[in-house]
């Protein structure tokens, strides 16, 4: 009978054992080789957009709600994400790994508050900037930088400006403010953008738990074109006035623009929120907004506040 040599052969005491250990680690690399490098030319053919969400944010768990919305992107709207978050935690100021994948992305969308990273880090997301590749924000975003006065990086303060056309800061002469943490917002298409595809099949009016940014009258940008109007509901004083919750624009790299003042973490359970989310990705990204909606997106995320690091 014709015996065949098996791997335990090969590792017995014996002549052939340094001839068969050494084939089969050539073998093993040569699979590892070719393993990593189809890997490699699968995700070169991968022609789906890219989507890069970069979170850190204090209070509103943008780190937790960005994620469940990259996952319906990837499940039901074939659209490649990455979401690249403040390290360790959402109280980090001063690191968000992985700021590089910016250079690959398609569309950048930024969920950030009072960062303070290092100059290299803020060079990806100045590079970005200057590209003229589609930007979108979510709410504190209008603050997304915290330097002190007098710092080297302080005019990175007016990210927002530069950004979105949205106030350059908390405060500031732009006295860019809320109604208060006691009320919530009342939220209604403005009629001259009803047909803007953004706002296809977007409910006409609708109430999210965020409290209404005051960003008028400066902001937003000129040129830019308001989509919703927010109106505070209990709001802490008889002078609240109705204020743009989201707008488009083109910011000076010549990039298409989505911003929204909204970002609550219930306000992603909201169904009107999430469409109007899905339709400005899709638009900023140059597609054709889905005419037919998937469906809400099972998001429960609780509102967290300012919390301290465990």
């Keep these: 009978m014709k015996r065949t040599r098996s791997f335990l052969t090969c590792i017995s005491p014996g002549p052939a054992r340094g001839f068969c250990l050494s084939s089969y680690f050539f073998i093993l690399i040569a699979f590892f080789l070719t393993a990593s490098t189809l890997s490699s030319a699968q995700s070169a ?54 700021l590089e994948v910016l250079r690959e992305a398609d569309l950048a ?35 997304a930088f915290n330097y002190p006065k007098g710092h080297e990086l302080e005019a990175w303060n007016a990210f927002g400006e530069r950004a979105f056309g949205a106030p350059p800061g908390w405060g500031g002469k732009a006295n860019h403010t809320h109604y208060g943490h006691e009320s919530t917002t009342d939220v209604k298409v403005i009629e001259a953008a009803a047909k803007h595809p953004i706002l296809r099949g977007v409910a006409s009016d609708f109430h999210v738990a965020s409290w209404l940014y005051k960003v008028l009258p400066a902001y937003p940008a000129a040129g830019a074109s308001p989509l919703l109007m927010g109106k505070s509901v209990n709001p802490n004083t008889e002078k609240a006035i109705d204020n743009p919750v989201a707008w488009t624009w083109q910011n000076p790299a010549g990039a298409r623009v989505f911003m929204t003042t909204l970002g609550h973490p219930e306000d992603f359970q909201v169904e009107a929120f999430q469409r109007l989310i899905i339709n400005a990705i899709h638009w900023e990204l140059g597609k054709n907004v889905p005419k037919k909606w998937k469906g809400k997106i099972d998001i429960q995320v609780p509102y967290r506040g300012i919390v301290s690091s465990k």
């Excluded at 991968?46 to 850190?56: E, Q, T």
């Excluded at 990806?124 to 504190?140: A, C, H, Q, W």
């Design 45 to 98: 053919q991968d022609k789906r957009p890219l989507v890069v969400f970069v979170a850190g944010d204090h209070e509103y768990s943008g780190e937790q709600t960005l994620p469940l919305l990259a996952a319906e992107l990837e499940k039901n709207y074939n659209i490649r994400t990455k979401v690249i978050s403040s390290s360790p935690d959402q109280n980090s100021e001063e690191n968000i790994p992985g």
């Design 109 to 143: 969308v930024f969920f950030l508050r009072w960062r303070r990273l290092p100059k290299e880090q803020l060079a990806y997301i100045d590079e970005y900037l200057n590209s003229g590749k589609p930007v979108m924000g979510f709410r504190t975003s209008t603050h």
